[in-house]
């Protein structure tokens, strides 16, 4: 059964303000009119969905979230199609992502209907938001908390808040292609740890590395786990071999990229070898050194997919082909891009019309 959401009076940001506001705004800094709020209390299971006006949370202090990080999100696009049309991609693939996190992390699970219905209802609400420019979409960020006030670390929170925002964003990347630091001093999961959730402690604890790789140069810092290659900070790779595509597998310490299965699936159906298996460093310096490696790039819902032109690392630089976006990452971005926004067919069922 659909959840129904209350909705509260918002007086919606005038047209030209709103145009201000999104045109070349950076990724992630400015936002709709609404958003949605749905709690869970162990009592109740989840109550309240109201679609109200974007603005501050009121939390107490001693709310788990701060002390303890019991936290999920996730991250998606609406997209306007070329017959203005509004329409979300793969939602419900979000939703059981969303569901494994929270198994996870302890927390209850959003049935997928709330959470679907959640982004429909901010997303027909905020339709104005929705950039018609090219490259440009409405970034949803859903998101988990624990609300509970206590400082006993004794079982998890009793009680959560389900939030959904909305931002109108273009290129994560200013258009590729980017370098990336190999990092081997920190490590971002473990077997057995929390590296496939997408929960907002696993991001904290790269900021460092981040850090020393844009003080190096670098766009974005590649994760490894002993010498074999798990994603990037923000985005699963892809390693091109001539005919053949190639990601490392899911084997519990990276992100199970809803934008990295699409690929899989679209490299598949336009014939190109696919394939999942580990990729150490030391492969990829070799097959990038004969030429064998043609192309890399990455894959993720806000950077898209976005080549890579070259690898840096303690032991020194590499670079990919001649260092430009390759025929198969551009063949691959338009097809997926085309799709996202209505210019091709669908013959996945994956575009979600609002
Ligand atoms: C996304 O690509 O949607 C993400 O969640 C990555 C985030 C760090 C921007």
Not at 53 to 79: C, N, R, T
Not at 110 to 137: K, Y
Not at 162 to 183: D, K, N, R
Request: aromatic share 10%; net charge negative; proline share 6%.
């Amino acid at each position: 059964m659909s959840t129904r959401f209350s909705v509260e009076e918002v007086e919606p940001t005038p047209a030209a303000e709103r145009e201000r506001r999104m045109t070349g705004a950076p990724f992630g800094e400015v936002f709709t009119d609404h958003m949605i709020t749905t709690r869970w209390s162990a009592e109740e299971g989840w109550h309240d969905a109201t679609l109200c006006a974007y603005g501050p949370l009121v939390l107490d202090p001693s709310a788990q979230v701060f002390h303890y990080g019991q936290e999920i999100f996730e991250g998606m696009k609406a997209y306007r199609t070329a017959d203005g049309s509004v329409v979300l991609f793969r939602p419900y693939a979000n939703a059981e992502r969303f569901a494994a996190s929270a198994y996870r992390m302890a927390m209850p699970e959003v049935p997928a209907d709330l959470f679907v219905g959640a982004l429909e209802t901010l997303v027909a609400a905020d339709r104005d938001w929705v950039p018609a420019t090219d490259g440009h979409s409405l970034y949803l960020r859903p998101l988990m908390i624990a609300t509970q006030p206590t400082l006993g670390f004794y079982q998890p929170s009793q009680s959560f808040l389900f939030v959904v925002i909305a931002s109108p964003a273009g290129a994560y990347f200013s258009g590729g292609p980017v370098t990336v630091w190999l990092e081997t001093e920190y490590t971002r999961a473990a077997p057995g740890g929390t590296g496939a959730a997408k929960c907002g402690g696993n991001y904290a604890g790269t900021l460092l590395a981040q850090q020393k790789a844009v003080k190096r140069g670098c766009d974005q810092v590649v994760w490894l786990d002993r010498g074999f290659v798990d994603e990037m900070g923000t985005s699963n790779l892809f390693f091109v071999l001539g005919d053949e595509v190639v990601t490392p597998p899911l084997n519990g310490t990276l992100l199970a990229g809803i934008t990295r299965d699409s690929v899989l699936t679209l490299a598949a159906d336009l014939g190109y070898g696919v394939a999942e298996r580990p990729v150490s460093v030391e492969d990829w310096r070799a097959a990038a050194a004969d030429g064998k490696l043609t192309e890399v790039f990455s894959s993720g819902t806000s950077s898209m997919i976005t080549p890579v032109g070259r690898v840096r690392s303690e032991g020194g630089d590499f670079v990919i082909g001649d260092g430009t976006p390759g025929p198969v990452t551009t063949r691959l971005r338009n097809e997926l891009s085309g799709l996202q926004t209505g210019r091709r067919p669908d013959p996945y069922g994956w575009v979600h019309k609002i």
